[in-house]
């Protein structure tokens, strides 16, 4: 019998999508909360990574991954929790909302005879 083993790697950060927002999940053990930093780069990334506190002191487990952030997502509705050595981060979506006052009220359509 042929058995299959998935190795998950370590510090896999898990993705999902909601209809509200975008959810980032990461196991991290061992690290405190006060060594987990959580940016956002020029609105285009989302980045994970430990830091030591005290410089001569090393977090417990050395962690950075970074993200393209999907379109649409408000930046400064991030936000995150970290309970249980499991870190989640929410990225909320933005409305995009089209005023129908500001679309045209006829399309043209224009083709070059073959």
């Known amino acids: 019998m042929l058995l ?3 190795h998950v790697p370590e510090n896999y950060v898990h993705w ?11 196991d991290l053990p061992g690290v405190r909360k006060e060594e987990i930093k959580v940016e956002a ?6 980045i994970i990574r430990t830091e030591a506190i005290v410089e ?11 993200f ?7 930046v400064d509705g991030i ?8 870190l989640i981060i929410t990225v909320p ?8 006052a500001l679309l045209a009220h006829r ?8």
């Not at 999508?17 to 990461?26: G, N, R």
């Not at 979506?93 to 129908?100: L, S, T, Y």
């Open 4 to 6: 299959h083993y998935y």
């Open 16 to 26: 999902r999508e909601t209809p509200d927002s975008h959810i980032y999940s990461a």
């Open 41 to 46: 780069e020029d609105s285009t990334y989302l």
């Open 56 to 66: 001569s002191l090393a977090p417990s487990r050395r962690f950075m991954r970074k």
């Open 68 to 74: 393209r952030l999907p379109g649409w997502v408000d």
């Open 79 to 86: 936000s995150a929790g970290y309970e249980d050595g499991v």
């Open 93 to 100: 979506r933005r409305e995009f909302h089209v005023d129908p």
């Open 107 to 114: 399309l043209e359509v224009t083709a070059r005879a073959a």
